[in-house]
């Protein structure tokens, strides 16, 4: 059994602070501050360009995939770290599209995380030819899987509701008719347990700023499941995708495997945050943060109900149909947020009229939980929100 007070010694917290919002932008390891620093000054500072042969630097996003692919149930060797989430998931679809070439149609649905679509439209306009991308809502999505469709792209947790989909239902759907699917983990890796290989996933991808902890602007993942590993063929073929990157070949030929779905120089000094994040992971085991997490979103939802009847449940109220968030909406929910925020419990908002909150158990337990409903019951109850200070927007919400 997880020790989850020895998780939480792992993590720097502000003082006063609940911390909610984890699902956004994970809190500092503390041992993140002294790999960055040793990667920095005894790598970078003393080896110099050699660095990257003696310290392994080019190796790093294998080696951290890795340690990702065992929170994914992905086998070894088929996760790559590089990038950010939008550019991973041109990527994987970009890849899955050219292995259906005689369909054009990629379906996804309107819970899907904005760039996510954004990226398939851009990669729709790039390819012409009649490539269309079909948008239809959640609870539709099973029924509008047909033999048109090349590549069902999905994220398994939706970032507002926290609406988790039944990956491996669908993904047999998706492949009963001949299609691919892309997987988003964004709001699952670190979250909940995933099975990607017994869910049978083409491809998958996610970020590791979120439920993994790397910091702001850590670089995203891709998975390539082994049976497509020679066949896929990255769109974004950079030089370091390449079979021999220091053959400096004028011609791009795909590397080996995942390798090939690198693009360019690692982030080095990220990873040496991921890594430290990663750690925390030795000692914790990811069926037990999942079944803390449901305790603590139960205890959640039902301290709110009791005592905020103004606020709505915007999530399943089943834990199994749901990620490791809770949202809540109000009209004034902007509002709501930044006065709870003032108040030292942090989570955030999403237009139009979403309050998100985050329950990671790594470092959030049940006072803290506890502390949360009381604030917010304060704030309603006295409509503690209701002042101009907290209605103005700020540029990241
Ligand atoms: C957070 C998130 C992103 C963000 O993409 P970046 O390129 O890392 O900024 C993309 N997709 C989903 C589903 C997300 O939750």
Avoid at 203 to 228: D, E, Q
Avoid at 340 to 347: D, F, H, S, T
Wanted: glycine letters at 10%.
């Amino acid at each position: 059994m997880t020790d989850f007070a020895a998780t939480r010694a792992l993590f720097h917290l502000p003082d006063g602070v609940v911390y909610l919002d984890g699902n956004s932008l994970g809190p500092m390891p503390l041992a993140a501050a002294g790999q960055v620093r040793q990667m920095i000054e005894s790598e970078w500072g003393e080896m110099l360009i050699t660095g990257w042969n003696k310290a392994g630097w080019m190796d790093l996003p294998k080696r951290l995939g890795d340690r990702i692919g065992r929170l994914i149930g992905a086998e070894p060797g088929t996760v790559v770290m590089g990038d950010t989430l939008s550019i991973k998931v041109y990527q994987a679809l970009a890849a899955a599209l050219e292995m259906r070439p005689d369909r054009r149609v990629i379906l996804s649905d309107s819970g899907n995380f904005p760039s996510d679509l954004y990226m398939a439209e851009g990669l729709v306009r790039t390819l012409g030819r009649g490539y269309a991308l079909r948008v239809v809502d959640p609870e539709e999505i099973s029924e509008a899987i047909d033999e048109d469709v090349a590549v069902l792209m999905l994220t398994e947790v939706d970032y507002r509701t926290g609406r988790r989909h039944d990956m491996a239902a669908l993904t047999a759907k998706a492949h009963a008719v001949g299609a691919l699917t892309v997987w988003d983990l964004a709001h699952s890796a670190g979250a909940l347990p995933v099975d990607v290989a017994s869910a049978g996933a083409d491809f998958a991808v996610g970020c590791t700023y979120k439920y993994l902890n790397s910091g702001p602007g850590g670089p995203a993942f891709i998975y390539v499941a082994p049976r497509h590993a020679e066949v896929a063929r990255p769109a974004l073929s950079g030089w370091l995708g390449h079979e021999a990157p220091f053959a400096f070949d004028l011609d791009y030929r795909p590397g080996q495997g995942i390798e090939r779905m690198r693009v360019g120089t690692p982030p080095v000094i990220q990873l040496a945050a991921l890594e430290a994040a990663m750690d925390v992971w030795d000692i914790a085991d990811i069926h037990d943060v999942r079944a803390r997490s449901i305790e603590l979103t139960e205890s959640f939802i039902a301290g709110v109900e009791a005592q905020c009847p103004d606020l709505t449940l915007a999530s399943p109220r089943d834990p199994a149909a749901r990620g490791s968030q809770v949202s809540f909406r109000h009209p004034e929910g902007y509002a709501i947020m930044q006065a709870l925020i003032v108040r030292g419990v942090i989570g955030d908002f999403r237009a139009p009229d979403i309050l998100r909150f985050g329950f990671t158990p790594l470092y959030i337990g049940p006072d803290d939980v506890d502390r949360a409903v009381a604030t917010l019951a304060d704030l309603m109850d006295g409509n503690l929100w209701n002042r101009a200070e907290y209605k103005a927007r700020a540029a990241v919400t």
